[in-house]
């Protein structure tokens, strides 16, 4: 009599396999907590000019209670260098990944994948992708719009020669940009055997309201290749008193607890800080500076009561430059209770293994 065959031996293969699947999709989900604070995971810059200032900011917001940090960007390809400009963030703070476009040094169709790493709260990686075709015919000079600092209501004006390397006459059509505080005019066309060449002038319009000036102008052709390429414009208009952050989020405190963060405050000239108005209950204090200075750095601290909830005050900084020079500064924190206090269950700790292999924040906050 045969003995029966076990029937193990023809499922070991699929369900070995099976289970290797599903341990590696347990850590992807779980990094998925990263990846939903980009706004984008994608850019293509499209044609571009040789040697222009080419860059693309990716914009991720901590939307968790936990703290935030980064332990840097690594790239696939020479082509792109990233950056970050902050790599540690509260609740509701954001950053960026700046992906610079290195058309100083190559030409051509490229791309690259940027991979930002997390270690806090938990392991993450997060892969940005970037595109671009670097024109070898096309150049600016100087290679993108500089406006610096431009002050309130007075306006500027910058000029960029575009050139075109090659024997069929090359045209610009029109400029186009979605600022309407940009006016493009454009010389006629210089076109010589070898190239075609235009110089561009940019106006920034007096009316412009302060702060930082970030936009392009899209250089609409006649090549049927690159009909479109564009050029970057940067710069800032100051006002006579300016304030950063006028968004202060001082993130989360315990009851009875304080936290301090810095406002700076600048101005075109010497002035002094003469009084600061942070509300009728008295949770928020800030010192004011007699001494003149063109810039004031003025620690706003809160000191938290026994309430619980979210916290919104407005302050006003008084100045010897006139009333109202400064613009109003909105203070946001968030009180919460102690973990385990009496009538509420403390709670559970994870453990090594699960934070290593699927732990992810919980709580999304508006």
Partial sequence: ??????VFGKLALPLVALG???????????????????SET????????????????????????EDLHVVGVRTSCGCTTPTITKK??????????????????FLGQHGATLTVTFDKPFFAEVQL???????????FDPPFIDLGNVDLGKGAERKVRVTHSGSTPWEIKDVRSVNSNFAVTLSPPLHSSSQSAYDLTLSLKPE????????????VTNDPRAPQIPMDVEGRVVAEVTVSPQLLALGSVQPGGSVTKNVVVR????FKVTGVECGPD?????????????????????QAGEATGKIERQIQISTDLGAGAVPVVTVQATVEGQAGAAGEPAAAQPTAAQTSAVAAPTTVLP
């Fill in 1 to 6: 009599m045969c003995a029966a065959r076990p």
């Fill in 20 to 38: 290797l699947l599903l341990l590696g999709a347990a850590p992807a989900r779980a990094q998925d907590w990263a990846k939903q604070m980009f």
């Fill in 42 to 65: 994608s850019h293509n810059f499209g044609n571009v000019a040789r040697g222009a200032k080419t860059e693309h900011r990716f914009v991720f917001r901590n939307k968790y209670k």
């Fill in 88 to 105: 540690e963030l509260k609740t509701h703070e954001t950053s960026e990944v700046v992906a610079t476009f290195n058309t100083k040094t």
């Fill in 129 to 139: 992708r970037v595109t671009g075709n670097i024109r070898g015919d096309v150049t």
């Fill in 208 to 219: 412009a309201p302060a702060g930082y000036v970030k936009g392009q102008l899209l250089l």
């Fill in 267 to 270: 101005a075109n000239r010497p």
């Fill in 282 to 302: 008295g949770c928020i204090t800030c010192p004011v500076k007699e001494t003149p200075a063109p810039v004031h750095i003025l620690p706003v601290t809160f």
